[in-house]
């Protein structure tokens, strides 16, 4: 890249990095005219035209909340389009996160003041996604820590807070709250916006089992176990013990369908059952149950069982 390239190519960055995409393509086209070989000045155009035609569709969305979700898939469409070019420029990649999702945060910190406590403690996670994002684990954690506080024990606002606890070396916390969040709805949670190497290794080890989408994770949570990764146990309280019981009961007589997907049942099965031997074990209820539940995941899946045992 020439010299002069260079220079320029870093003052479109800048404006990158403080939400002005505009700006940036003014001097990215000229340079491409000029440095027509360079990779980085196509990326980093090619950047700002993306983000030029998101806010103009942005824009043109009235509903509010439409609005808030948009930016969310709108950069996991940019990054399923990064995934396909033959070249990333890394630094471009990362003014455009900084630009993009101080963008999406002016907007979200707009609707922290929202009445429907569902709708507030929405913005409230948004916002403290968006500051993850700009690697502001701290107003992160308050963020998503006030989300909880308005509506709590949502999956992907305890996964998201978990995250930001790993991310800040909390490990232990950040395994408490992702095993809550796999437990509660697993479905419901965003891979694409986890980054810590704490779960990042515990979703490449169970893709490396051959699981990907809802199955993906799903099993998520049983590896993490299995691994050792999810080790930290809870006592839960006797209407806790009561809905678990009664989910495996209703479980274990889906299984019994032939039409069941028992690709799905298997791990919901599985995350259930290691949670209640954690609470055998915390509670000191006997060897008996612990035993019982043993049998049933022996029967269940026979390499889950022996994985389980070592």
């Known amino acids: 890249m020439k010299t002069q390239t260079e220079i320029r190519l870093r003052e479109a960055l800048s404006y990158i990095e403080n939400a002005d995409p505009q700006q940036a393509s003014q001097i990215t086209s000229r340079l491409f005219v000029d440095d027509i070989e360079s990779e980085e000045v196509f990326f980093t155009n090619q950047c700002c035209s993306f983000w030029i035609n998101t806010k103009k569709q942005l824009e043109s969305t009235t509903d509010l909340y439409e609005k808030g979700d948009r930016f969310f898939s709108e950069w996991k469409s940019f990054l399923s389009w990064c995934n396909v070019q033959s070249y990333i420029y890394k630094e471009a990649l990362y003014?455009?996160?900084?630009?993009?999702?101080?963008?999406?945060?002016?907007?979200?910190?707009?609707?922290?003041?929202?009445?429907?406590?569902?709708?507030?403690?929405?913005?409230?996670?948004k916002a403290g996604l968006c500051y993850k994002m700009l690697g502001n684990?701290?107003?992160?954690?308050?963020?998503?820590?006030?989300?909880?506080?308005?509506?709590?024990?949502?999956?992907?606002?305890?996964a998201e807070l978990a995250d930001c606890y790993a991310l800040c070396g909390e490990s232990k916390f950040g395994k408490v709250l992702f095993r809550e969040a796999f437990f509660i709805n697993p479905e419901?949670?965003?891979?694409?916006?986890?980054?810590?190497?704490?779960?990042?290794?515990?979703?490449?080890k169970t893709k490396e089992k051959g699981y990907s989408n809802k199955y993906l994770l799903h099993w998520i949570p049983v590896y993490g176990v299995l691994s050792g990764v999810l080790n930290i146990k809870r006592e839960l309280n006797a209407q806790e013990v009561g809905r678990l019981k009664q989910a495996i009961y209703a479980m274990e007589n889906d299984l019994k369908d032939p039409s069941c997907d028992k690709e799905l049942l298997t791990p919901k099965l599985l995350n259930h059952y290691f949670r209640l031997i954690d609470h055998f074990i915390i509670t000191n209820e006997g060897d008996n149950r612990i035993n019982e539940i043993l049998i049933r995941i022996k029967i269940l899946d026979t390499s889950i069982y022996e994985m389980y045992k070592k």
């Open 137 to 158: 684990f701290e107003n992160a954690k308050m963020c998503l820590t006030s989300a909880n506080n308005i509506y709590p024990n949502i999956a992907p606002v305890l």
């Open 95 to 125: 003014a455009f996160q900084k630009g993009y999702f101080s963008d999406a945060l002016t907007f979200f910190q707009g609707r922290l003041e929202d009445k429907e406590p569902r709708q507030r403690a929405e913005s409230y996670r």
């Open 188 to 204: 419901t949670i965003d891979l694409d916006f986890l980054e810590s190497e704490l779960i990042e290794c515990l979703v490449k």
